[in-house]
């Protein structure tokens, strides 16, 4: 998006592996095209910082919610082998 005639046409320049030759798509804002963009900033609000966590979330395991029900499911388990053991 050039201001004048004289002044060179911006391309994104992001190099080809394979030829090594720039890329001459227009660049956005960031100064790549929308196909070399580079990495993404992330997210900004505490919003998107709790959709992207919520997005990547495997399974849990290893969460503190998780960590304290499994203590708590260990002392009952604990307390009941003792009353079983009391019991014979």
């Known amino acids: ?3 004048s005639e004289d002044e060179p046409l911006a391309i994104c320049g992001a190099r080809s592996k394979r030829t090594g030759n720039p890329c001459r798509q227009p660049p956005m804002k960031n100064g790549r095209c929308r196909l070399h963009g580079g990495k993404s900033t992330g997210p900004k ?5 709790l959709r992207s966590k ?10 503190v919610e998780f960590r304290q029900q499994k203590e708590e499911l260990r ?5 009941a082998l003792e009353l079983m053991n009391k019991l014979k």
């Open 1 to 3: 998006m050039r201001k």
């Open 45 to 49: 609000t505490k919003e998107g910082l």
């Open 54 to 63: 919520r997005a990547n979330w495997k399974h849990g395991m290893y969460s």
């Open 75 to 79: 002392k009952y388990y604990e307390e």
